[in-house]
């Protein structure tokens, strides 16, 4: 953590710091939380069991800052009209993933010894992301802060920096004792944690609040760089994709100097 903390403290300036030098080059600025539910698709029980995605959920948090281009704040105006200027915006964001990870499925609910194995393993995993997208609206951003309508979508996709650090345990013994493991999985724990990209797709909605506020809703797919974010990295023919995060958020937006 400590390696992150200039960048978490610059971060956090970027987001509440109301004067802004981008500001004399006719940029507005929007800060906001995001918090939901978390679906980690992992090699903790079966990818595409439902009930396993659901029993492997945790919980998200974001701060957010916007770079508007549709709108002045040193002029309270909107700025020349320009296609990117009035669709899209970039955004700047830190997020922080926490969730507990079980195996779920028909082998780990057999009465076999590996089912007895699987359930006998428990993870977890947390990340910490910091990252930046290019948010595109197709509606015209100067229509919806100007209130012509109330709701506006949205599609980003961005890039990530990824610190994670996962962990497990069985309740056999050590997890370091390959008695102690599914078979599968030996040769496959690394609970040492580490760093790496994730490319992030978005698609939402905002509704405006007031004239400098909006609440927002969004599900994101975030594909990762390597597939050790739970720890587990099987050799095996069925471990074909790297670990994905899905991510269910609703969001509190506010206007600087608006």
Not at 21 to 45: K, M, N
Not at 116 to 140: D, F, N, V
């Amino acid at each position: 953590m400590a390696r992150f903390r200039p960048i978490i403290l610059f971060l956090l300036l970027l987001l509440f710091c109301k004067e802004s030098g981008f500001a004399q080059l006719g940029i507005s600025h929007e800060i906001g939380v995001l918090a939901g539910p978390t679906s980690f698709l992992t090699d903790y029980g079966e990818r595409y069991n439902l009930q396993n995605n659901i029993a492997n959920s945790g919980i998200g948090i974001g701060l957010i800052h916007y770079m508007n281009f549709a709108y002045r704040a040193e002029c309270n105006c909107y700025t020349v009209d320009r296609y990117f200027n009035d669709h899209f915006k970039i955004r700047t964001e830190l997020d922080y993933f926490r969730t507990d990870l079980e195996h779920n499925g028909p082998v780990a609910e057999s009465n076999s010894a590996g089912g007895k194995l699987l359930r006998a393993m428990h993870g977890k995993t947390q990340t910490i992301e910091i990252g930046t997208h290019l948010e595109y609206y197709p509606l015209s951003i100067r229509d919806y802060t100007s209130f012509s309508y109330l709701f506006m979508p949205f599609v980003s996709l961005g890039v990530h920096f990824v610190n994670y650090n996962p962990d497990a345990y069985s309740d056999f013994g050590p997890i370091t004792d390959e008695e102690n493991i599914f078979p599968t999985f030996r040769g496959g724990i690394d609970l040492d944690g580490g760093s790496t990209w994730a490319l992030v797709g978005i698609a939402g909605a905002r509704y405006k609040l007031s004239p400098s506020s909006d609440l927002q809703i969004e599900g994101r797919f975030q594909y990762y760089d390597v597939d050790w974010i739970d720890g587990l990295n099987l050799d095996a023919p069925q471990n074909k994709f790297n670990d994905v995060v899905f991510w269910l958020n609703v969001g509190y937006i506010y206007y600087l100097n608006y």
